[in-house]
C-alpha cells in the first residue's frame, strides 16, 4: 500500500466532485488517501474511507463567485494560500511521508511541496487547461485576459517577490515570473489528469504526453437517489436548472425562469443553492419542483435539457448523460466553454446582461424541436465516455507512480 495526499480547493465543487470517484477507485486498489480541502467535504470522503483534513490551521476559504470573475483578484489570493500554508502542510508531509502529491490545478502549493520533498506531482485538472493553446483558440478569450493582465500589471513587482520569498523559504529555486505565473493557473505536474473529453478541450493533440485526458468522472452511487412524482420525465419533457454551487445567488434569475417555464408542456427541476429562500421566490407553478440542493446526476439521466452556467463540472455531467444545454455564462471560463459547446451543436448560449423570459422560452423550445441538439449531445456523451473516468485516471496515476505498465483501460458503463 503506499499513500497519496490530495490537495483541493475548499467549496469548489466544480473541483471537488470529479476526484470522488479517483478517490474511491484508489482506495478499493488499496491505496491510503488522505484528502485536504474544506469541511463541507467532510462527510462525503469520510464515508469513502479517506483520511479528511481541511486548511484550517493555516487558511480560512471557501470559494466564491467574486473570487472567480478577475484573475487579478485569483492569483494573489492563491500566492496567499500557498505563502501561509507551504510551510505547515510541507511539515505535516514529512510526518506523513507520502508516496505522490495530487493537487488541483489551483492548489500551487501542492507542487512546490512534492518538488521539495522529491515525490511524483500530479495535477488534477478538472478545467479547460490553461496554456498559450487556449487563448489562441478563442479571441474572446484573449481579449479578456489581456484586460485582466493589464490591469494587474502594476502589481507584477509584488507577487514576483513575493514568489521568490515562497520559494526561497523552503528550498526550491525561483525559475521566472512568465513560469511560475502559470504555476497560479495551470501547475504543470509530472503527470496530469485531466478530467475533459477530447471536443472540449482546445487543440487536444498539440498537448505534451504528461497530459491525460480521462473524461468525466462519473461515479455510479456519487449522489443519493432521487424519486420523482408520477410523471416527471416520462410523460413530459424534463427540463433541469441550476447555476451551480458558487454562482447561485441569482434571485432574478430563478422569477425568470419561472416566467419562462411556468407554462410549458415540460416538467422543471430548478436548483437554487442553499443560500436562497424558495419561498422568497412566491408562487411557485405546478409544474416546477424547486430545491435548494438536488443530486445533479440523478437528475441528468432524466433530463432532455439542462440550463446552466456552463461551468466545466456541469458540462461534463450533462454531455456524459447526453443531455443539451442552454448555458448562462457568470464569468469569462464558463463564457468560453458555452462558446465551445455551442460550436459542437450541443447547445445555445445565452447572455446573462440580456437575459429575458422570452430568450429563455425560446431557447428551451428550440433544443427540445431540433433533434440535432440531442444527435450532437450523445456524440459528446460517446467521446467523454470512452475516454475512462475515474477507471483511466487511476490507472495513469498508479502506472506512473509505480513505474509499471499501464494496463488496458477499462471504459465506464
Given at each position: 500500500?503506499?499513500?497519496?495526499?490530495?490537495?483541493?480547493?475548499?467549496?469548489?465543487a466544480g473541483h471537488i466532485n470529479p476526484t470522488v470517484g479517483l478517490v474511491s477507485e484508489l482506495l478499493a486498489r488499496g491505496e491510503r488517501v488522505i484528502y485536504y480541502a474544506g469541511e463541507d467535504s467532510r462527510q462525503q470522503?469520510?464515508?469513502l474511507g479517506a483520511t479528511y483534513r481541511t486548511y484550517s490551521p493555516f487558511f480560512e476559504y471557501q470559494h466564491s463567485a467574486a473570487m472567480a470573475k478577475n484573475l487579478g483578484t485569483a492569483a494573489f489570493m492563491l500566492i496567499e494560500h500557498a505563502e501561509c500554508a507551504?510551510?505547515?502542510?510541507?511539515?505535516?508531509?514529512?510526518?506523513?511521508?507520502?508516496?505522490?502529491?495530487?493537487?488541483?490545478?489551483?492548489?500551487?502549493?501542492?507542487?512546490?511541496?512534492?518538488?521539495?520533498?522529491?515525490?511524483?506531482?500530479?495535477?488534477?485538472?478538472?478545467?479547460?487547461?490553461?496554456?498559450?493553446l487556449l487563448l489562441l483558440s478563442d479571441p474572446a478569450l484573449l481579449g479578456k485576459v489581456?484586460?485582466?493582465?493589464?490591469?494587474?500589471?502594476?502589481?507584477?513587482?509584488?507577487a514576483r517577490r513575493r514568489l521568490m520569498d515562497l520559494l526561497s523559504a523552503v528550498g526550491l529555486k525561483y525559475r521566472n515570473i512568465i513560469h511560475h505565473g502559470f504555476d497560479l493557473f495551470l501547475n504543470e505536474g509530472d503527470l496530469n489528469i485531466v478530467f475533459l473529453g477530447t471536443a472540449a478541450q482546445?487543440?487536444?493533440?498539440?498537448?505534451?504526453?504528461?497530459?491525460?485526458?480521462?473524461?468525466?468522472?462519473?461515479?455510479?452511487g456519487r449522489d443519493p437517489p432521487m424519486e420523482l412524482p408520477v410523471g416527471w420525465g416520462s410523460?413530459?419533457?424534463?427540463?433541469?436548472?441550476?447555476?451551480?454551487?458558487?454562482?447561485?445567488?441569482?434571485?432574478?434569475?430563478?422569477?425568470?425562469?419561472?416566467?419562462?417555464?411556468?407554462?410549458?408542456?415540460?416538467?422543471?427541476?430548478?436548483?437554487?443553492?442553499?443560500?436562497?429562500?424558495?419561498?422568497?421566490?412566491?408562487?411557485?407553478?405546478?409544474?416546477?419542483?424547486?430545491?435548494?440542493?438536488v443530486p445533479q446526476l440523478e437528475v441528468l439521466k432524466r433530463a432532455q435539457v439542462f440550463v446552466s452556467h456552463g461551468g466545466m463540472n456541469s458540462i461534463n455531467e450533462s454531455t456524459y448523460f447526453g443531455v443539451p444545454l442552454v448555458m448562462v455564462p457568470q464569468q469569462l471560463e464558463q463564457a468560453f466553454n458555452a462558446r465551445r459547446i455551442r460550436r459542437q451543436g450541443a447547445g445555445l448560449m445565452l447572455k446573462s446582461n440580456k437575459l429575458t423570459p422570452k430568450t429563455l422560452r425560446n431557447a428551451v423550445q428550440t433544443i427540445?424541436?431540433?433533434?440535432?441538439?440531442?444527435?450532437?449531445?450523445?456524440?459528446?456523451?460517446?467521446?467523454?465516455?470512452?475516454?475512462?473516468?475515474?477507471?483511466?485516471?487511476?490507472?495513469?496515476?498508479?502506472?506512473?507512480?509505480?513505474?509499471?505498465?499501464r494496463p488496458e483501460i477499462r471504459k465506464t458503463a
Open positions: 500500500m503506499t499513500t497519496a495526499v490530495v490537495f483541493n480547493l475548499p467549496g469548489a470522503f469520510e464515508a507551504l510551510a505547515g502542510l510541507l511539515e505535516a508531509m514529512e510526518k506523513d511521508r507520502p508516496d505522490y502529491i495530487l493537487y488541483d490545478s489551483c492548489c500551487m502549493f501542492g507542487k512546490y511541496i512534492a518538488q521539495r520533498l522529491g515525490i511524483p506531482g500530479i495535477c488534477l485538472v478538472t478545467t479547460i487547461i490553461s496554456s498559450p489581456i484586460v485582466d493582465v493589464l490591469a494587474i500589471s502594476p502589481r507584477v513587482p509584488e482546445p487543440m487536444p493533440k498539440l498537448l505534451n504526453e504528461r497530459f491525460k485526458l480521462v473524461g468525466a468522472s462519473i461515479p455510479e410523460t413530459h419533457p424534463l427540463v433541469y436548472v441550476s447555476l451551480g454551487t458558487v454562482h447561485n445567488l441569482k434571485h432574478d434569475f430563478y422569477l425568470q425562469c419561472l416566467e419562462a417555464f411556468g407554462d410549458l408542456p415540460c416538467k422543471v427541476i430548478m436548483s437554487v443553492g442553499k443560500h436562497v429562500d424558495v419561498a422568497s421566490l412566491g408562487r411557485i407553478p405546478a409544474n416546477f419542483m424547486v430545491r435548494n440542493r427540445l424541436a431540433d433533434g440535432r441538439y440531442k444527435e450532437n449531445a450523445n456524440r459528446l456523451s460517446r467521446d467523454i465516455r470512452s475516454l475512462g473516468g475515474q477507471l483511466r485516471a487511476a490507472d495513469e496515476i498508479l502506472g506512473f507512480v509505480h513505474g509499471q505498465a
